[in-house]
């Protein structure tokens, strides 16, 4: 199957429910083990799991990482989200993060930490790719930024992302 | 971002994780806690607050969510819901793009589903035999004895039916009237 998705599904997107388990397997690391613990299973994640998708991305470079997060949004339901290729960048406008709104019709109660996970894990991504990632905003919408060292990023600003409100 | 799409095999991963960090013990309190008391709460007020006609709600439409293609055959009576998995969505996904970081993946649901029925007051009779395809029957805690016979609940759509259905016992993963995932008499 021809997909810029490194694990494909015989359906054309997940069941929202799943983020249900995303947001308690968080609260169940935080609460459990502690927030550097929380921090080492994204980022373990991000250079194991997602292995394939840094590989693509380390030879494909951003025209690979715009066609990964165009396909992998069109694969979330509820998301509304713009992926922009620019020289030396990838700009992913969330205006609708499909899992916090899943997770706020839901009435779950949604770990504040929860948009922390974007930037810890595409960052041990971007990172494992040769790139830098950035986060900014959060709490149902937000711009991920995926650029090469020619860009020359500020560091990430904590401050920057915010917490999540239930 | 974390996403649905792929679930199936980010949640495998995190066990191979849970392991590595906490050993079975925290793997099982995950499933516990993090699964049947958090993320699938709904499921669980449901079926202790309507028993069988709970599971049929809940995996009626979990299912159906999961498995478009209806993989998957719900039968139920007034005292047992069975379901029987000819192509499991779940571990599917993992057998066709060749994931793997947990040594049996399929533990998961009796992990979550066994102490979820055991507060509501039912038993499990369970195999799996690693392929995407097993069969589960709920029963009040009260009753015993061995598996029900081939077909008694399913009838032709029982999994066991299938030409590949190992003949030998033995090759399958089984629980007989249990509810902890440790309960599993092992494939030998």
Redesign the interface.
């Known amino acids: 199957m021809n997909s810029p998705l490194p694990y494909v599904d015989t359906k054309p997107q997940g069941s929202a429910d799943f983020y249900y388990a995303v947001n308690a397997t968080f609260r169940f690391i935080l609460q459990r083990l502690g927030r550097d613990a929380w921090r080492s299973y994204l980022e373990e994640m991000g250079r194991g799991y997602f292995a394939k998708v840094n590989e693509q991305w380390s030879r494909g470079g951003l025209p690979a990482v715009a066609e990964y997060w165009r396909a992998f949004f069109a694969a979330e339901p509820g998301a509304d989200v713009e992926v922009r290729q620019l020289a030396d960048r990838v700009e992913l406008e969330v205006r609708t993060c499909p899992a916090i709104a899943h997770l706020r019709a839901g009435g779950r109660e949604i770990v504040k930490e929860y948009c922390q996970h974007c930037y810890l894990l595409g960052s041990a991504r971007a990172q494992a790719a040769g790139l830098t990632m950035r986060l900014q905003g959060g709490d149902g919408s937000c711009r991920h930024t995926y650029a090469t060292a020619a860009a020359r990023l500020a560091p990430q600003d904590p401050a920057q992302i915010k917490e999540v409100r239930s | 971002?974390?996403?649905?799409?792929?679930?199936c095999?980010?949640?495998e991963?995190?066990f191979g994780?849970f392991e590595r960090?906490?050993g079975h013990a925290?793997v099982r309190?995950?499933w516990n806690?993090?699964?049947n008391h958090?993320?699938?709460r709904?499921a669980r007020d449901l079926i202790r607050r309507e028993g069988i006609p709970g599971m049929l709600k809940y995996w009626g439409h979990?299912l159906t969510?999961?498995s478009?293609?209806l993989g998957f055959n719900i039968s139920h009576g007034p005292d047992v819901f069975r379901i029987d998995f000819h192509d499991c969505?779940s571990r599917?996904?993992l057998l066709?793009?060749g994931?793997r970081?947990y040594r049996d993946y399929c533990d998961h649901c009796m992990g979550w589903t066994g102490p979820m029925l055991a507060e509501a007051g039912f038993v499990v009779d369970h195999e799996h035999n690693h392929q995407g395809q097993c069969w589960w029957e709920m029963r009040p805690k009260s009753a015993t004895g061995p598996h029900a016979p081939v077909g008694a609940v399913a009838g032709a759509k029982d999994v066991r039916l299938r030409p590949e259905w190992p003949k030998d016992p033995r090759q399958l993963d089984r629980y007989t009237k249990a509810s902890d995932p440790d309960a599993k008499m092992p494939a030998s």
């Not at chain 2, 971002?1 to 679930?7: A, E, L, T």
């Open positions: 971002m974390i996403g649905c799409y792929d679930f095999g980010h949640y991963w995190s994780w960090v906490g925290l309190e995950y806690e993090a699964i958090d993320s699938q709904h979990t969510e999961e478009p293609s969505p599917g996904f066709r793009n994931l970081n």
